[in-house]
């Protein structure tokens, strides 16, 4: 029987960390650590040491059906892996973040006012103003929480449908923060690999 | 003596998730430096469960002997 680690125990984390935002908007900052330690790890030490350990969400999609038996276990269809499909996605979503970070400048500059609704699936507008007692923040970093949050939240209910139509980490096949990472690695190995077997 | 079988990745379409080596009984995938799941053929049995959860579908099990 094979030892489990402790960070299988880190599928608590986007729990906490969706139940903190829920509460106070502001705490979705800490979702930069999910965002950067990855790049991080990929840029100093060449490898997807996150990924195939400490994601939380990762662990969260592995955890549930585990417990739940809630995925149909399925193969995902392959297009959904296909670079065509994983580098629009990331494209996508970078472009996504940076009008989150657009959308925050112009709140910081006075240009627009703070918008207190997470955006689901970036269509539906749900309202959140409890999150957030305006003064108690700076607005521009309230706005920056706000989308960070949506963008958190949406990529987790992708990542929750897939995880329950196809198989439980389904969602890394296509996850930005994966396809972002695996290409600073293999760019690190400028086309160096062992040989096949 | 061997195993019958073993697992084999197509390294163009691997997303190294690590899904593969975190199921393995036998500690015989891993992700090499992050850039695509290799295999120890030596320790590998061929059990298939690293197929079973790889989330590209990118790992087939095949005789050790047609891959030699």
């Given at each position: 029987m094979k030892k489990r680690n402790?960070?299988?125990?880190?599928?608590?984390w986007p729990v906490v960390y969706f139940s903190l935002g829920f509460f106070n908007?502001?705490?979705?900052?800490?979702g930069m650590i999910d965002f950067l330690l990855p790049l991080f790890i990929a840029v100093f030490?060449?490898?997807?040491w996150f990924c195939n350990n400490i994601c939380g969400r990762a662990q969260l999609f592995v955890f549930l059906p585990r417990f739940?038996?809630?995925?149909?276990q399925k193969v995902a269809p392959r297009w959904m892996s296909s670079a065509l499909f994983r580098y629009g996605f990331l494209a996508f979503f970078l472009t996504m973040f940076g009008s989150i970070i657009h959308q925050s400048i112009m709140v910081f500059n006075g240009v627009s006012s703070l918008r207190q609704t997470v955006t689901l699936l970036w269509t539906f507008q749900i309202p959140w103003r409890w999150a957030y007692v305006q003064g108690s923040g700076s607005d521009w970093s309230a706005q920056f929480s706000y989308g960070f949050y949506s963008l958190m939240l949406t990529s987790a209910i992708i990542g929750l449908i897939v995880m329950v139509f196809?198989?439980?980490?389904?969602w890394c096949s296509f996850c930005p923060m994966g396809s972002m990472t695996q290409l600073i690695c293999k760019a690190k190995q400028k086309g160096k690999y062992p040989p096949e077997d | 003596m061997p195993s019958p079988r073993h697992a084999q990745v197509e390294r163009e379409r691997c997303?190294?998730?690590g899904s593969c080596a975190n199921e393995c009984p036998r500690e015989a995938i891993s992700v090499w430096r992050g850039c695509f799941a290799i295999i120890d053929k030596a320790r590998?049995?061929?059990?298939?469960k690293c197929a079973r959860v790889c989330p590209a579908d990118c790992i087939s099990i095949v005789k050790r002997e047609a891959a030699q």
């Open positions: 402790w960070y299988k125990w880190l599928w608590i908007i502001l705490f979705a900052w800490l030490f060449g490898n997807k739940f038996k809630c995925s149909r196809y198989c439980p980490r389904a | 997303v190294s998730c590998c049995i061929g059990c298939g």
